[in-house]
Protein backbone atom coordinates (compact mmCIF):
# COMPACT_ATOMS: atom_id res chain seq x y z
CA UNK A 1 0.00 0.00 0.00
CA UNK A 2 1.03 3.44 -0.95
CA UNK A 3 -0.04 7.18 0.01
CA UNK A 4 -0.76 9.74 -2.68
CA UNK A 5 2.82 10.54 -2.77
CA UNK A 6 3.67 7.06 -3.91
CA UNK A 7 5.47 6.21 -0.64
CA UNK A 8 4.69 2.81 0.74
CA UNK A 9 2.89 3.37 3.83
CA UNK A 10 5.38 1.60 6.31
CA UNK A 11 8.30 3.84 5.25
CA UNK A 12 6.41 6.87 5.85
CA UNK A 13 5.20 6.03 9.47
CA UNK A 14 8.34 4.77 10.01
CA UNK A 15 10.09 7.85 9.39
CA UNK A 16 7.10 10.09 11.11
CA UNK A 17 7.92 7.78 14.12
CA UNK A 18 11.99 8.77 13.82
CA UNK A 19 11.08 12.37 13.25
CA UNK A 20 8.69 12.29 16.30
CA UNK A 21 11.31 10.40 18.10
CA UNK A 22 13.76 13.06 17.30
CA UNK A 23 11.78 16.02 18.76
CA UNK A 24 11.26 14.60 21.89
CA UNK A 25 14.93 13.97 22.63
CA UNK A 26 15.46 17.45 21.77
CA UNK A 27 12.53 18.38 24.11
CA UNK A 28 13.90 16.49 27.30
CA UNK A 29 17.56 17.88 26.30
CA UNK A 30 16.67 21.39 25.66
CA UNK A 31 14.31 21.04 29.28
CA UNK A 32 17.89 19.67 31.30
CA UNK A 33 19.83 22.28 29.26
CA UNK A 34 17.61 25.71 30.15
CA UNK A 35 17.24 24.38 34.10
CA UNK A 36 20.91 24.07 34.32
CA UNK A 37 21.38 27.65 32.76
CA UNK A 38 19.18 28.93 35.19
CA UNK A 39 20.37 27.32 37.89
CA UNK A 40 23.72 28.59 37.22
CA UNK A 41 22.11 31.91 36.38
CA UNK A 42 20.03 32.16 39.84
CA UNK A 43 23.33 30.84 41.93
CA UNK A 44 25.77 33.44 40.57
CA UNK A 45 22.97 36.23 41.20
CA UNK A 46 22.76 34.79 44.26
CA UNK A 47 18.82 34.28 44.15
CA UNK A 48 19.38 30.50 45.18
CA UNK A 49 22.25 28.81 47.30
CA UNK A 50 23.23 25.72 45.17
CA UNK A 51 25.50 23.61 47.34
CA UNK A 52 28.38 22.52 44.75
CA UNK A 53 27.60 18.92 44.91
CA UNK A 54 24.23 19.56 44.06
CA UNK A 55 25.19 21.35 40.73
CA UNK A 56 23.43 19.96 38.00
CA UNK A 57 20.63 18.07 39.85
CA UNK A 58 18.01 20.63 38.54
CA UNK A 59 18.69 19.90 35.20
CA UNK A 60 18.22 15.81 35.96
CA UNK A 61 15.14 16.40 37.52
CA UNK A 62 13.98 18.73 35.28
CA UNK A 63 14.99 15.83 32.30
CA UNK A 64 12.98 13.66 34.44
CA UNK A 65 9.61 15.63 34.54
CA UNK A 66 9.85 16.34 30.81
CA UNK A 67 10.41 12.73 29.23
CA UNK A 68 7.59 11.23 31.82
CA UNK A 69 5.43 14.31 30.63
CA UNK A 70 6.31 13.99 26.57
CA UNK A 71 5.63 9.93 27.25
CA UNK A 72 2.50 10.55 28.22
CA UNK A 73 1.23 12.84 25.50
CA UNK A 74 2.57 10.40 23.49
CA UNK A 75 0.12 7.97 25.17
CA UNK A 76 2.98 5.54 26.53
CA UNK A 77 2.95 3.91 29.38
CA UNK A 78 6.00 3.48 31.96
CA UNK A 79 6.28 0.00 31.50
CA UNK A 80 6.85 0.44 27.84
CA UNK A 81 10.64 2.07 27.92
CA UNK A 82 10.89 -0.53 31.29
CA UNK A 83 9.63 0.09 34.78
CA UNK A 84 8.43 -3.16 34.98
CA UNK A 85 8.64 -6.31 37.58
CA UNK A 86 11.48 -8.20 36.47
CA UNK A 87 10.62 -11.61 35.37
CA UNK A 88 13.37 -12.94 38.20
CA UNK A 89 14.62 -10.70 40.71
CA UNK A 90 17.67 -12.76 41.18
CA UNK A 91 18.86 -11.61 37.34
CA UNK A 92 21.76 -8.80 37.77
CA UNK A 93 23.98 -6.83 35.60
CA UNK A 94 27.61 -7.35 36.55
CA UNK A 95 30.20 -4.26 35.87
CA UNK A 96 33.84 -5.30 35.86
CA UNK A 97 36.22 -2.30 37.26
CA UNK A 98 39.14 -1.70 35.42
CA UNK A 99 41.70 0.93 35.91
CA UNK A 100 40.86 4.38 34.20
CA UNK A 101 41.33 7.97 34.54
CA UNK A 102 40.10 8.96 38.03
CA UNK A 103 36.93 11.13 37.96
CA UNK A 104 37.54 14.92 39.59
CA UNK A 105 35.21 14.39 42.65
CA UNK A 106 36.83 16.95 44.25
CA UNK A 107 33.18 18.95 44.77
CA UNK A 108 32.03 16.10 47.13
CA UNK A 109 35.19 16.43 49.73
CA UNK A 110 32.59 17.40 52.58
CA UNK A 111 31.57 14.23 52.59
CA UNK A 112 34.78 12.93 54.10
CA UNK A 113 34.49 11.52 57.58
CA UNK A 114 30.79 13.72 57.95
CA UNK A 115 28.51 11.12 58.63
CA UNK A 116 25.58 13.20 58.10
CA UNK A 117 26.38 14.25 54.80
CA UNK A 118 27.71 10.86 53.59
CA UNK A 119 24.15 9.23 54.88
CA UNK A 120 21.92 12.55 53.10
CA UNK A 121 23.52 12.04 49.77
CA UNK A 122 23.23 8.01 50.09
CA UNK A 123 19.74 8.11 50.79
CA UNK A 124 18.84 11.20 48.01
CA UNK A 125 20.84 10.01 44.70
CA UNK A 126 18.62 6.91 43.82
CA UNK A 127 15.80 9.75 43.91
CA UNK A 128 18.04 12.99 41.85
CA UNK A 129 20.22 10.73 40.32
CA UNK A 130 20.14 6.86 39.94
CA UNK A 131 16.04 6.98 38.85
CA UNK A 132 15.80 9.63 36.86
CA UNK A 133 19.09 9.15 34.65
CA UNK A 134 17.60 5.85 33.70
CA UNK A 135 15.06 7.13 33.08
CA UNK A 136 15.76 9.46 31.02
CA UNK A 137 19.18 7.85 29.40
CA UNK A 138 17.97 4.45 29.50
CA UNK A 139 14.39 4.06 29.21
CA UNK A 140 13.60 6.90 27.19
CA UNK A 141 16.38 7.80 25.44
CA UNK A 142 17.30 4.93 24.04
CA UNK A 143 13.16 3.96 23.34
CA UNK A 144 13.66 6.85 20.44
CA UNK A 145 16.83 6.11 19.71
CA UNK A 146 15.82 2.78 19.05
CA UNK A 147 12.86 4.29 17.28
CA UNK A 148 15.44 6.18 15.14
CA UNK A 149 18.08 3.81 14.28
CA UNK A 150 15.56 0.51 14.36
CA UNK A 151 15.73 -2.58 16.61
CA UNK A 152 18.47 -5.01 14.36
CA UNK A 153 21.68 -5.40 15.63
CA UNK A 154 23.17 -2.34 13.88
CA UNK A 155 20.67 -0.08 15.47
CA UNK A 156 20.63 -1.33 18.73
CA UNK A 157 24.97 -1.41 18.89
CA UNK A 158 24.51 2.57 17.63
CA UNK A 159 21.51 3.00 20.43
CA UNK A 160 24.16 1.56 23.25
CA UNK A 161 26.47 3.93 21.48
CA UNK A 162 25.58 7.42 20.99
CA UNK A 163 23.31 7.06 24.91
CA UNK A 164 26.57 6.04 26.77
CA UNK A 165 28.49 8.91 24.50
CA UNK A 166 25.48 11.93 25.60
CA UNK A 167 25.75 10.30 29.40
CA UNK A 168 28.96 10.41 29.74
CA UNK A 169 28.38 14.16 28.32
CA UNK A 170 26.43 15.17 31.26
CA UNK A 171 29.17 14.39 33.61
CA UNK A 172 31.53 16.94 32.24
CA UNK A 173 31.96 18.67 36.10
CA UNK A 174 33.70 15.33 36.98
CA UNK A 175 36.67 16.29 34.33
CA UNK A 176 37.28 14.12 31.51
CA UNK A 177 38.24 11.25 33.77
CA UNK A 178 34.45 11.27 34.74
CA UNK A 179 33.35 11.21 31.20
CA UNK A 180 35.35 8.17 30.43
CA UNK A 181 34.00 6.44 33.38
CA UNK A 182 30.64 7.31 32.81
CA UNK A 183 30.02 6.25 29.40
CA UNK A 184 31.88 3.20 29.97
CA UNK A 185 28.93 2.80 32.53
CA UNK A 186 26.51 3.80 30.44
CA UNK A 187 27.60 1.11 27.21
CA UNK A 188 27.65 -1.58 30.12
CA UNK A 189 24.12 -0.51 31.14
CA UNK A 190 22.61 0.41 28.02
CA UNK A 191 23.64 -3.12 26.97
CA UNK A 192 22.50 -4.86 30.45
CA UNK A 193 19.44 -2.64 29.68
CA UNK A 194 18.93 -4.53 26.11
CA UNK A 195 19.91 -7.98 27.48
CA UNK A 196 17.19 -7.99 30.16
CA UNK A 197 14.52 -7.82 28.11
CA UNK A 198 14.42 -3.75 28.30
CA UNK A 199 13.58 -3.30 32.53
CA UNK A 200 14.38 -0.58 34.08
CA UNK A 201 14.97 -1.69 37.31
CA UNK A 202 17.52 -3.90 36.41
CA UNK A 203 19.87 -0.65 35.52
CA UNK A 204 18.52 1.42 38.59
CA UNK A 205 20.13 -1.34 41.35
CA UNK A 206 23.25 -1.32 39.22
CA UNK A 207 22.93 2.68 39.23
CA UNK A 208 22.65 2.58 43.01
CA UNK A 209 24.87 0.25 44.09
CA UNK A 210 27.48 2.05 41.89
CA UNK A 211 26.37 5.63 43.97
CA UNK A 212 26.73 3.52 47.51
CA UNK A 213 30.01 2.25 46.79
CA UNK A 214 31.46 5.88 45.58
CA UNK A 215 29.82 7.83 48.42
CA UNK A 216 31.43 5.05 50.79
CA UNK A 217 34.70 6.11 49.13
CA UNK A 218 34.26 9.13 49.41
CA UNK A 219 33.13 9.21 53.11
CA UNK A 220 36.96 6.81 54.40
CA UNK A 221 39.25 8.40 51.43
CA UNK A 222 39.38 12.26 50.77
CA UNK A 223 38.76 12.90 46.97
CA UNK A 224 42.26 14.86 46.37
CA UNK A 225 43.69 11.55 48.28
CA UNK A 226 42.51 9.74 45.27
CA UNK A 227 44.13 11.77 42.65
CA UNK A 228 40.89 13.45 41.78
CA UNK A 229 41.37 16.79 43.16
Same mark, same amino acid.
Given at each position: ????????????????????????????? !????????????????? =?? @? +??????????? &?? %????????? *? &????????? /??????????????????????? *? @????? &???? !???? !???????????????????? #?????? *??????????????? +? !???? *??? #??????? %??? /???????????? /??????? #?????? +???????????? +??????????? =????
Amino acid at each position: MTDKKGMPAGDRSDRLTAARSLVDLLVVF !LASGVAFFVEQWANARG =LV @S +VPEAATGVSAV &IA %GFVTAVVVI *L &IRKQSLSEI /GFRRPARWAHRSACQFIELPAPD *L @SRYDS &IYQN !LPAA !LTMALLLPLTASIPEELIYR #GFLMDR *LTRIFGSNAAGNFLT +V !LVQA *LIF #GAIHFQW %GWG /GVLVTTIMGAIW /GTAFLLC #GRNLWI +VILAHSAGHMLM +VAQLYFVKASE =LGTG
